[in-house]
């Protein structure tokens, strides 16, 4: 059994729902064995700039079901390609090795480290200089390989959902298209799951690029069948075929080349246009981010918390958290960091929804 004595924990990349249960999981958890735990400030940046306090179990009383993460997090700071300010003009430095001499100054010897792929990517990058790491998978968009489920993602969906619902009274009463915007990145499971549960007649994936004249067929052939509405979930990451997704060009330090967002809007003028059918388009944004995490977010963000403390006790290091069958299993951090966690075109879900008439737009 390995013996730690101090560990830390930070959150990196965009919030979501039970970063926060997962924080008090390792605290609880580590505390019950022994073993003091430490927060990082503001993902990574916290700890370039040592801005690193102790956790105890009273910093952890009451956090289970709030949205966002009490340490704070940003998904601009690489400690290995870390944004500098000098004079008038940015550099960037590797400053890893400040990272690890922070680390070492308060007597930490191993890190947690929750996130989505840039998080957890970096967590490899440190665990290659020796620095033991284990990493939790967090995202809402659910694409991180190796597990079935990422917490936040369950909250998301219920966000999604619940609009569609509210979306389809007011599209039925003015017999419009109503298309809703989802956030899924470059992964279509928000857009996806929230569609097959609110019910949607089309739903627009990045995995599967769509041809417009097929969405408009799908709105005429239910008007001609007395359906005078239609509900259209497209996920932000969605294309055209032959086009490109909709976005700008992200901040600078951005752990992304483009923002995305603006198909939704493009897909409705598009439809309006030649269709004739007024269109609408809402946008949820930040809204599927925030709030409290869903029960189902809240325990499997805490079983992801006890499991990544009970692995560095059997010095298990190097690996990432992840839910299989509804178990807890460990995984290669190495295998997993950086890779795509994108929908099986031929899968279960994406054949379940054809199967009752769901157009994907191809």
């Not at 993902?43 to 700039?49: A, I, K, M, N, S």
């Not at 198909?263 to 409290?292: F, M, N, P, W, Y």
Request: charged share 20%; aromatic share 4%; net charge negative.
């Amino acid at each position: 059994m390995a013996e730690f004595k101090r560990i830390g924990v930070l959150t990196g990349g965009g919030d979501c729902p039970g970063l926060n249960a997962v924080i008090r999981a390792v605290v609880k958890t580590a505390a019950g064995n022994g073993i003091e735990v430490w927060g990082m400030r503001n993902g990574f940046g916290g700890l370039v700039e040592n801005q690193l306090e102790a956790l105890a179990v009273s910093s952890v009383s009451g956090i289970l079901p709030r949205g966002g993460t009490i340490l704070g997090t940003t998904n601009r700071d690489n400690p290995f390609n870390y944004r500098l300010h000098k004079e008038d003009e940015v550099v960037y430095a590797d400053l890893s090795g400040q990272a690890l001499a922070n680390l070492a100054a308060k007597g930490i010897e191993a890190l947690v480290v929750i996130g989505g792929d840039g998080t957890l990517r970096i967590g490899a990058e440190f665990g290659q200089l020796g620095l033991p790491v284990i990493g939790v998978p967090k995202t809402i968009d659910n694409d991180i390989p190796g597990t079935e489920r990422t917490f936040g993602f369950d909250t998301a969906v219920s966000v999604a959902t619940d609009a569609l619902d509210r979306l389809h009274t007011t599209a039925e009463s003015h017999h419009r298209v109503m298309v809703l915007e989802v956030m899924g990145r470059y992964a279509g499971w928000i857009a996806l799951h929230s569609g097959l549960a609110g019910g949607a007649d089309c739903i627009l994936i990045p995995e599967i690029p769509y041809n417009l004249a097929a969405v408009n067929a799908k709105i005429t052939e239910r008007r001609a069948n007395g359906k005078l509405f239609s509900i259209i979930v497209v996920a932000e990451g969605a294309r055209p075929l032959q086009g490109k997704m909709v976005g700008v060009k992200a901040a600078e330090g951005s752990s992304e080349s483009i923002r995305l967002g603006g198909i939704g809007e493009k897909l409705a003028r598009d439809i309006e246009r030649l269709t004739g059918v007024e269109s609408r388009c809402t946008v949820l944004g930040h809204l599927q981010r925030g709030g409290s995490p869903t029960p189902f977010d809240r325990v499997l963000a805490t079983r992801y918390g006890v499991a990544a403390v009970e692995c560095l006790l059997t010095g298990q290091t190097g690996c990432m958290v992840a839910l299989q069958a509804n178990r807890i299993v460990t995984l290669a951090l190495a295998d997993i960091a950086g890779k795509p966690g994108n929908v099986p075109v031929e899968g279960d879900l994406v054949a379940d929804a054809r199967a009752i008439n769901i157009c994907f737009g191809d």
